[in-house]
């Protein structure tokens, strides 16, 4: 192996030109061919949703103009891009000693500096998912249509039914576009990644909002099932006392609060007709909680998955169920699981818009018709669905996240589990995404973007050089299985 030396502060750093092959992927015909059909049908997306919106027939098209929903879109696409990849960079670097990084990628260093000192690395997490709701929802509000009859480049009636009312093509360039082309370079090249100042800024924005306090009353759930499970939650903190608990307690309140409103808006919506799906369905509100559900097993396995990952293999399920999952899940080489983390992603991004449409409202403001009342002004916000957003964060992804951290062999052993492990599987091995790794090649050679190995080398050359990984406690109470980790 080959090696060259940069001088890197307190510890000298070399680059392991050996490594810079180490993650690619080998070509064959058949990945070819799923990579060309993905591409297609991305340039197809993209280009039945610009004139969609350039109807005017979506909301944000409909109330300012075309212009404005697309150009939102693409910033919304972008940010997304920086949050998922992001979040694999910094669920993976914790390990890794920062002071073999701290001169090659100042930035990098100051953004693992800020996340990683004390519990900030959950605060992001938590910010985090709520950004990528929020971003989610929004481009929905921009590209989800709202009157099925318009017609859209004359396109047949089943086609556009499958792209643009039930959102094929939205789902398909918000998960390529959005989220997996970064993910698979930033789980691989984590230190390039994050070596900018959009990804400090970011987690500066993620960790504002857990400042809030409107995810706060995830925390009380968090402690909950910690203490349910009987396994305490392991902090970098001291205990909180005096003033800084009573702010963490009193924004816990306030959370319960907006949660509270957020929950009470939705159902009385759902239930009063005053939403939009209501004029495709009458009774979505059944509906709406099936994908909240589904989201909620989805973002739990993930937790699950990982936690299990680190445990003996006649340890990881007791029941049928649960030795049936961690048979095909670990099976092989285990590209089972980078498998289920992208059909995972679309099953989640696809219940992700199905929620917003249940959750966004129709109410006229400023025809006695405002719900509780409220201002019109009130009510215009309300009529985007960022309620939904609120509700979906915390009940539907957090809480489940961390019942996943304190209980993952139940997990495992649900017979829902396997059957959402083969639906995932299932989806991904359709090729549907597989155009991101297309474009995740095309932004790696563009950025210039080098796997960690060549800067840091592997664990066991860190461990030769005296700067080891360090090692971390259980998961319980904590959010960081949610990373991408790798590709198939």
């Known amino acids: 192996m ?100 701290k001169d090659s990628h100042p930035i990098t260093y100051k953004v693992a500096a800020l996340a990683f000192r004390g519990d900030n690395l959950d605060r992001y997490l938590m910010g985090r998912q709520f950004m990528v709701l ?13 009157d099925p009859t318009v017609d859209v480049l004359g396109l047949p009636s089943g086609v556009k039914f499958v792209f643009l009312d039930i959102g094929l093509a939205t789902i398909v360039f918000t998960c390529v576009l959005g989220q997996l082309t970064t993910q698979v370079n930033a789980s691989h090249c984590m230190i390039d990644f994050a070596n900018n100042y959009f990804a400090l800024f970011t987690l500066y924005v993620a960790m504002t909002i857990e400042f809030t306090g409107v995810m706060h009353s995830a925390y009380l759930i968090q402690n909950i099932l910690a203490a349910v499970s009987g396994k305490p939650i392991q902090s970098n903190e001291p205990p909180k006392t005096g003033f800084t608990f009573a702010f963490f307690w009193g924004r816990v309140i306030m959370s319960l609060a907006i949660l509270g409103f957020c929950v009470t808006v939705v159902l009385y919506a759902l239930l009063n007709g005053y939403t939009i799906s209501f004029h495709l369905s009458p009774s979505c509100g059944c509906p709406s909680l099936f ?62 818009f199905l929620v917003g449409s249940f959750t966004s409202l129709t109410i006229v403001p400023g025809e006695g018709n405002n719900i509780f009342g409220v201002s019109d002004g009130a009510q215009a916000f309300l009529n985007y669905g960022f309620q939904g957003a609120v509700m979906t964060t915390i009940l ?24 959402l492990l083969l639906v995932a599987l299932g989806l991904e091995f359709t090729g549907i995404c597989a155009g991101a790794w297309v474009l995740a090649l095309i932004q790696k050679k563009v950025m210039g973007f080098q796997y960690d190995e060549v800067y840091v080398g592997t664990p066991e050359e860190r461990l030769a050089n005296n700067h080891p990984d360090k090692e971390f406690g259980d998961d319980v109470g904590h959010l960081t299985g949610g990373g991408f980790m790798g590709h198939a």
């Open 2 to 101: 080959t090696s060259t030396e940069v001088q890197s502060g307190s510890a000298p750093a070399f680059k392991h030109d050996a490594h810079q092959d180490g993650h690619d992927i080998k070509l064959t015909p058949f990945t070819l061919l799923r990579y060309t059909l993905s591409v297609a049908l991305l340039a197809f997306s993209i280009a039945i949703v610009v004139a969609l919106i350039f109807t005017g027939n979506t909301r944000v098209a409909r109330d300012a103009n075309p212009w404005v929903a697309l150009i939102v879109t693409a910033i919304a696409i972008i940010w997304l891009s920086m949050i998922e990849g992001e979040q694999a960079s910094l669920v993976g670097l914790p390990p890794v000693d920062p002071d073999l990084y």
């Open 291 to 352: 994908f909240m559900s589904v989201v909620g097993c989805l973002e739990g396995m993930q937790i699950a998955f990982f936690a299990v990952a680190k445990i003996p293999a006649s340890e990881r399920g007791s029941g049928v169920f649960g030795k049936k999952t961690c048979d095909l899940l670990f099976s092989g080489n285990g590209q089972n699981l980078p498998g289920f983390m992208i059909g995972r992603q679309l099953t989640v991004v696809c219940s992700f």
């Open 396 to 419: 539907a992804s957090i809480t489940w996240q961390y019942a996943a951290s304190a209980f993952p062999i139940a997990f495992m052993n649900s017979p829902v589990t396997y059957v």
């Open 134 to 146: 929020l971003v989610v929802f929004v481009i929905g509000q921009c590209t989800a249509p709202l």
